[in-house]
C-alpha cells in the first residue's frame, strides 16, 4: 500500500497541495485528472521527493516518512524512497548521448552499482516487454515518440520500484503513438503494477486506471471507481472537467 496523508505543499506564498489524503492499493492504478495548474504533478513529485512537502505523510511498503519544516528527510531516507519508485514524465527526458540500452542500464550501474553484464541483462528484458529489443543499440532522436517513451517505461522499471508514477505520460504523443503507450502501460497493470498517474488521457485513464481521483487547487473534490466517476461524477466540478475532455 502507497499512502499518502496530510500532504502539504508551498511555493513561496501559494499553497499548491492543501492537505491531500490518498492511498494506492498494491497492484492498482489510480488516476490523478484535474485542471493544469491544480497540483497533480507537484502532487506525483512529492511522492517520490523531487519537491519535499512541507507536512504530512508518506507510506511506502516498509518506508514511513513524516514532514516536518524543520526536519528535512535523511540521505538514507530519500534514497530509499527513490529506490521504490520510478517516474515517467511526458516529455521522456531520455539522456540523448546515450544509446537506448544505456538508457535502461544507466541508474542501475551507477546509482544500483550493478555489474555492466547483469545491468545489459535487466535492460534487455525490459526492452524485449515494452517491444524494444530491437532499438537496444539506437539513439532515442531516431526513435518515434511512442518509442521513447516505451524505452524511458523501462528505464523507470529497472531497479524494480514498488510504485510507478507517471504524469501525463501521452500527452506529448500523437494519438496513434499514444495508443503503444497505452497498450505498454496496460500490460504491465495487468502484470500487477502499482501505478499514480496524472493524466487528460480518457482512453488511458478508462482502460488503465482502477481509481479516479479529481483534483481542483490543491485539494480532493471527489474520487471513485474510474467507470463510475466519469460516467456519474457527482460534483459539478468534476462534472464540468470531465465535459471538457470528451
Ligand atoms: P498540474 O500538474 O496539475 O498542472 P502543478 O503541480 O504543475 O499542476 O502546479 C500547481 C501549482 O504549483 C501551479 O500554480 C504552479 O505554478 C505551481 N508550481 C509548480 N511547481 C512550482 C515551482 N517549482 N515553483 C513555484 N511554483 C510552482
Ligand atoms: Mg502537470
Given amino acids: 500500500m502507497i499512502a499518502l496523508s496530510a500532504i502539504e505543499k508551498s511555493f513561496g506564498g501559494n499553497a499548491v497541495l492543501r492537505g491531500i489524503d490518498l492511498a494506492v492499493p498494491e497492484g ?8 493544469s495548474g491544480s497540483g497533480k504533478s507537484t502532487l506525483l513529485r512529492c511522492v517520490n521527493l523531487l519537491e519535499m512537502p512541507r507536512s504530512g505523510t508518506l507510506d511506502l511498503g516498509d518506508i514511513r516518512l513524516t514532514f516536518r519544516p524543520d526536519r528535512p528527510p535523511t540521505r538514507r531516507e530519500m534514497l530509499a524512497v527513490r529506490r521504490q519508485t520510478g517516474m515517467v514524465f511526458q516529455n521522456f527526458q531520455l539522456f540523448p548521448h546515450r544509446t537506448v540500452l544505456e538508457n ?3 541508474g542501475l550501474v ?4 550493478w555489474p555492466q553484464a547483469r545491468a545489459r541483462a535487466r535492460a ?3 526492452l524485449e516487454r515494452v517491444g524494444l529489443a530491437h532499438k537496444a543499440g539506437d539513439w532515442p532522436a531516431n526513435l518515434s515518440g511512442g518509442q521513447q517513451q516505451r524505452v524511458a517505461i523501462a528505464r523507470a522499471l529497472a531497479p524494480s520500484p514498488r510504485l510507478l508514477l507517471c504524469d501525463e505520460p501521452t500527452s ?3 494519438p496513434e503513438l499514444a495508443a503503444e503507450v497505452v497498450d505498454v502501460l496496460a500490460s504491465l497493470a495487468g502484470e500487477g503494477m502499482t501505478m499514480l498517474m496524472a493524466t487528460h488521457d480518457l482512453r488511458l485513464a478508462r482502460r488503465v486506471a482502477d481509481t479516479v481521483v479529481f483534483l ?3 485539494t480532493i473534490v471527489e474520487r471513485g471507481p474510474a ?5 456519474h461524477p457527482k460534483d459539478p466540478r468534476t462534472r464540468r472537467f470531465i465535459r471538457t475532455l470528451l
Fill in 28 to 35: 492498482r492504478v489510480t488516476a490523478l485528472i484535474g485542471p
Fill in 104 to 106: 535502461v542500464t544507466e
Fill in 110 to 113: 551507477t546509482v544500483a552499482k
Fill in 124 to 126: 534487455l528484458e525490459l
Fill in 172 to 174: 506529448a504523443l500523437d
Fill in 216 to 218: 481542483e487547487g490543491g
Fill in 227 to 231: 467507470p463510475d466517476l466519469f460516467a
